[in-house]
């Protein structure tokens, strides 16, 4: 009941007509940023934090959560119609969310993206305000061994349950925890696959590696096709700027399923909305094996509503995280703690005694940015399509420039393009010979996890093994994975007797 008056109090506080007014640019700018190729949600947060700093703490945070949560839906909007995330969290979404975009149905897919990211909001924000105290308990009992199995769970999961080939998704992973290991050891100092490039002594950045896999090399494959495959020419942005009754009902359950897996991951410090997002995805793609009629790689509406609301509401949740404990689990969250330093403020427990009014009215502006975007996106649904009527010359030239753009945005070195035009041409590569980029990227995301988390495992455990099945938590992860690979397993042997009869 406390909950609930310091809620409305926030609400009063939020709904004044200046903070309104935060929340609607924040929202509009934050869509804005998102939807340039490798300026996501983190980035948008970054440019605009300087403007900031005329405004009072209130409303200042208030805008930025309008930025954030509209960076979200801006990333998810290039992966669905250009296969170009704005970040790693939406890569999940380009799998069936641009095949339902070459298929015409680009509103509906953006409609569908909206609603999910409504949906895994406007659950989280709740999450946040009434059991924030209970998901801090249960990210206190995730230590090395539990980070280690959730690593695995992924790698595995996504290179042999996700991919339709259990040999390429193998060797993109490798590929994937190749790259996330170039740079110094951070434990060693050890000089690993840099071959004496000073450049190359922090490692590959991640936006990087995202806009050249996903987005030029994208550019690659189009260019390689275009003559050849007419169908590749023009994509139709056809179709009612809604979702129909038969299509709400199906991706219902995918909203809730995709938001009950996000949940947990916003106070789990494994690097923000990537993770559930995989595994939200791959839960869908394995549910629909089971289907007669499998839809999956044909533009299944599932496999965009179910990351897009795992994604939504992770990131409610690491708010909640933020400001209760202090504790940034994405890139964004950090940008927002070092935001909240610059006005003197530390989250944590005792910021909810110190500064309630602020926090409250944080908290319900959560919930006015979820209706904000709402609003504004689905009726701009068919108008984000309309990029899709652009020439393909200029609209892939466009794209080009704006990877190049972003890159050096986060890194001023012209060898970071350099990298990006090498990369770009091993996405090409990938796409050519029909290699999963899924298993790629999550062993980037999460390779640094994966190994941080078994080193540490290790040392605590005097080099004991036995330490990665000690404790409930990694038992049932490596359960689930068993009882996924089995299901893999069963549903590919009956789709070859169904082949072969």
């Not at 991640?206 to 494959?221: D, K, S, Y």
């Not at 390689?224 to 700027?241: C, E, K, L, M």
């Not at 350099?418 to 999963?436: E, N, Q, S, T, Y």
């Amino acid at each position: 009941m406390e909950s609930i008056m310091n809620l409305m109090e926030g609400f009063g506080s939020a709904l004044s007509p200046m903070n309104l007014l935060w929340v609607v640019v924040g929202c509009l700018l934050g869509t804005a940023v998102g939807v340039l190729p490798g300026l996501g949600s983190s980035m948008a947060v970054a440019l605009l934090l300087p403007m900031t700093f005329a405004l009072d703490p209130t409303g200042a945070f208030i805008m930025f959560a309008g930025v954030y949560f509209g960076g979200l839906f801006g990333d998810s909007t290039m992966a669905i119609l250009m296969n170009t995330p704005g970040q790693a969290s939406a890569i999940a979404s380009t799998f069936e969310g641009h095949r339902m975009a070459k298929a015409g149905r680009a509103p509906q897919a953006l409609a569908t993206a909206a609603i999910g990211a409504f949906i895994g909001g406007m659950i989280g924000s709740v999450v946040v305000v009434f059991l924030a105290p209970a998901l801090a308990d249960f990210s206190a009992n995730f230590g090395p061994q539990e980070f280690f199995a959730l690593a695995l769970f992924a790698f595995v999961a996504t290179s042999s349950v996700v991919a339709d080939s259990i040999l390429k998704g193998l060797c993109s992973l490798i590929i994937g925890l190749g790259i996330a290991v170039v740079g110094i050891d951070q434990t060693s100092g050890a000089e690993r696959f840099s071959f004496g490039v000073p450049q190359l002594f922090d490692g590959i950045s991640l936006v990087t590696v995202t806009v050249a896999i996903l987005a030029l090399g994208e550019v690659f494959h189009i260019a390689s096709r275009v003559r050849r495959d007419p169908t590749n020419r023009v994509i139709q942005a056809t179709g009612r700027p809604f979702l129909s009754g038969r299509e709400f009902r199906e991706a219902l359950p995918a909203w809730l399923r995709g938001t009950g897996i996000g949940l947990p991951f916003g106070v789990i410090p494994a690097g923000g909305a990537d993770v559930p997002t995989f595994v939200a995805y791959g839960l869908e793609r394995q549910l629909d094996r089971r289907r007669r009629k499998p839809q999956f790689g044909k533009g299944a509406i599932r496999g965009l509503a179910a990351p897009e609301a795992a994604g939504n509401a992770t990131t409610g949740t690491a708010m909640g995280a933020l400001l209760s404990l202090g504790l940034p689990i994405s890139a964004t969250a950090a940008i927002m703690l070092a935001a909240f330093e610059q006005y003197g403020l530390q989250p944590g427990p005792l910021m909810f005694d110190r500064s309630p009014d602020l926090v409250w009215a944080l908290l319900a502006s959560f919930f006015i940015a979820m209706v904000v975007l709402l609003i504004l996106n689905l009726p701009f649904a068919p108008l984000w399509a309309k990029l899709l009527a652009i020439p393909r010359p200029y609209l892939y030239a466009g794209i080009t420039v704006f990877c190049g753009m972003g890159v050096y945005a986060t890194s001023g070195s012209t060898f970071d393009l350099l990298m990006l035009l090498g990369i770009g041409l091993l996405g090409f590569a990938l796409r050519r010979f029909g290699v999963p980029l899924a298993p790629l990227m999550i062993g980037i995301v999460l390779g640094p996890l994966f190994e941080t988390s078994m080193r540490d495992a290790l040392a605590s455990s005097n080099q004991s093994y036995g330490v990665f099945v000690d404790g409930p938590i990694p038992v049932a992860i490596y359960a689930l994975l068993a009882l996924a690979l089995v299901i893999s397993i069963v549903g590919r042997v009956r789709a070859k007797a169904r082949k072969d009869t």
